[in-house]
């Protein structure tokens, strides 16, 4: 349980899933405003309804069973947790030899400290 200015104690479960819906609702908002405010066709399927709020239940369940330790971290749980599925839904990506692929690997670039920023010398320039 966490307790909330306004609500008073909520349990761990809902504020994880209610970190889901957040999400949720920003899509939705982002996917309205593209449309000039129409409500997208997936909006109006029960399916996908339906799919929503049982992903919405296991988002909640992530920081239950991970013991949050405070509703802030139980959000943050709940936001992240349709990642989190579905990472472990693809599961791992070997790379050659049945390594795992690192991001560089993947076509992603790493910045090093040096390439962001200028060397500085000893006399400061």
Same mark, same amino acid.
């Given at each position: 349980?966490?307790?909330?200015?306004?609500?008073?104690?909520?349990?761990?479960?809902?504020?994880?899933?209610?970190?889901?819906?957040?999400?949720?609702?920003?899509?939705?908002?982002?996917?309205?405003?593209?449309?000039?405010?129409?409500? =997208?066709?997936?909006?109006?399927?029960?399916?996908?309804?339906?799919?929503?709020? +049982?992903? *919405?239940? /296991?988002?909640? @369940? $992530?920081?239950?069973?991970?013991?949050?330790?405070?509703?802030?971290?139980?959000?943050?749980?709940?936001?992240?947790?349709?990642?989190?599925?579905?990472?472990?839904?693809?599961?791992?990506? =070997?790379?050659?030899?049945?390594?795992?692929?690192?991001?560089?690997?993947?076509? +992603?670039? *790493?910045? /090093?400290?040096? @390439? $962001?920023?200028?060397?500085?010398?000893?006399?400061?320039?």
């Amino acid at each position: 349980m966490a307790a909330l200015p306004f609500v008073g104690e909520v349990s761990i479960f809902w504020i994880g899933a209610f970190g889901s819906i957040a999400v949720e609702i920003c899509a939705a908002a982002k996917a309205c405003a593209d449309l000039d405010g129409a409500c =997208p066709q997936r909006y109006k399927k029960p399916f996908y309804i339906f799919t929503r709020f +049982a992903l *919405a239940a /296991t988002s909640g @369940a $992530v920081p239950t069973v991970l013991e949050a330790a405070n509703g802030l971290t139980a959000f943050y749980m709940g936001v992240s947790a349709p990642l989190i599925i579905d990472r472990l839904q693809r599961g791992l990506e =070997p790379g050659e030899n049945g390594q795992m692929a690192l991001p560089q690997d993947l076509g +992603a670039t *790493a910045t /090093t400290p040096s @390439a $962001v920023a200028p060397a500085v010398t000893a006399s400061g320039e």
